[in-house]
Nanobody, 121 residues
Framework: QVQLVESGGGLVQAGGSLRLSCAASGSIFSINYMGWYRQAPGKERELVATITSGGSTNYADPVKGRFTISGDNAKNTVYLQMNSLKPEDTAVYYC???????????????WGQGTQVTVSS
């Protein structure tokens, strides 16, 4: 099986910074991409940013210029550096990985348990 373990959430004042980490482990054959999504109360889960194994990145418009996604392929780990945080960034942040396991050739999405990010005004 595959596990995604997130860390780094918390409470921060507006304008502050946080760094999230997500490590994937288990029976991983290859990772196509990893990314972060978020879900605020009463809202649908939305894309924040993704990064491919080749290093190509994609950001949602609300976070462009403030958030930076990076990865360490050797550690199967993805990071999200969040700067200039705003109250509207408050949400549960979920790590996502699209990968192949050693036992199944198709690409499958895996999710972390989520980490709370709260930005106070």
């Amino acid at each position: 099986q595959v596990q995604l373990v997130e860390s780094g959430g918390g409470l921060v004042q507006a304008g502050g910074s946080l760094r999230l980490s997500c490590a994937a482990s288990g029976s991983i054959f290859s990772i196509n991409y990893m990314g972060w999504y978020r879900q605020a109360p009463g809202k649908e889960r939305e894309l924040v940013a993704t990064i491919t194994s080749g290093g190509s990145t994609n950001y949602a418009d609300p976070v462009k210029g403030r958030f930076t996604i990076s990865g360490d392929n050797a550690k199967n780990t993805v990071y999200l550096q969040m700067n200039s945080l705003k109250p509207e960034d408050t949400a549960v942040y979920y790590c996502n990985a699209r990968l192949k396991t050693r036992f199944y050739s198709n690409l499958v999405d895996y999710w972390g348990q989520g980490t709370q990010v709260t930005v106070s005004s």
